[in-house]
């Protein structure tokens, strides 16, 4: 008999392809304040919060502002990437996981979505999956960011499932670190080398079974 019994999953980059979205809002504020921002300083803004992001972005940038500036520039870059996502639709679901979830579902795992994004609402709007999960905890719930576990503590809490029994599917080495802090097991999705701390890696949830996941963890 399994220990799994409850699953939480982040939602850019795991559920939805949004991480392309942020990584384009950023990239276009890094361009109007004159430097250039790449694929590998993204890495680092996987996961964290929308003000964090911004700090990672300016010092990578080698520049500094005052809050209220830090303030502007956070919101400027939101309204870009809300526009994005504002067009996104169902398609835009990332392979597998739609599957996974109604499979755990069948199998009486309890679900719960976990993610630092203010955005959460609106996306789930737009993807249609909002049923799909017993609870949301999103960053208007939770203002206490990955990789702190808080976001993945409230989301256990809220399924009724204690943080050992809980898996977390996570694309984020932020989000890798959070769920380890939650005293969580942890499916990472993406890069084993960024992932590294993760239990068990994959590159997407495409043909991911439950009963992989309970093989991988047991030989672990
Ligand atoms: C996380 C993303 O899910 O949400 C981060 O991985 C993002 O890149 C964070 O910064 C906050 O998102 P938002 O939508 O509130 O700006
Ligand atoms: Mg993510």
């Known amino acids: 008999m399994s220990s799994i019994k409850g699953c939480i999953f982040d939602l850019d980059g795991v559920v ?5 979205y942020h990584y384009q809002a950023w990239k276009r504020l890094a361009n109007e304040l004159g430097f250039e921002f790449d694929e590998s300083h993204n890495e680092r803004l996987k996961g964290v919060s929308r003000m964090r ?9 080698g520049l500094s502002f005052p809050q209220e500036k830090m303030e502007q520039l956070a919101a400027r870059k939101n309204e870009w990437y809300v526009e994005y996502i504002s067009r996104m639709t169902p398609n835009e679901i990332l392979p ?8 755990l579902r069948a199998k009486g795992i309890k679900l719960a979505l976990g993610s630092a994004s203010k955005n ?5 709007d737009r993807i249609g999956l909002k049923d799909h999960f017993d609870a949301i905890i999103d960053g208007n719930i939770i203002s206490i960011a990955k990789p702190a576990p808080d976001i993945f503590l409230a989301a256990s809490k809220a399924i009724g ?38 239990n068990l890696v994959v590159p997407n949830l495409k043909n991911f079974t439950f009963q992989y996941l309970v093989n991988s963890l047991s030989e672990k």
């Open 16 to 20: 939805v392809d949004t991480a392309k």
């Open 96 to 103: 597998g996981s739609k599957e996974l979830l109604e499979e």
């Open 53 to 61: 992001s911004l700090e990672i972005l300016l010092e990578v940038g």
């Open 120 to 124: 959460t609402p609106l996306i789930m």
């Open 161 to 198: 499932v204690e943080p050992p029994c809980c898996i977390v599917f996570e694309d984020a080495e932020a989000g890798v670190e959070a769920a380890i802090n939650a005293g969580m097991r942890v499916v990472g999705i993406g890069n084993p080398q960024v992932l590294k701390r993760a």
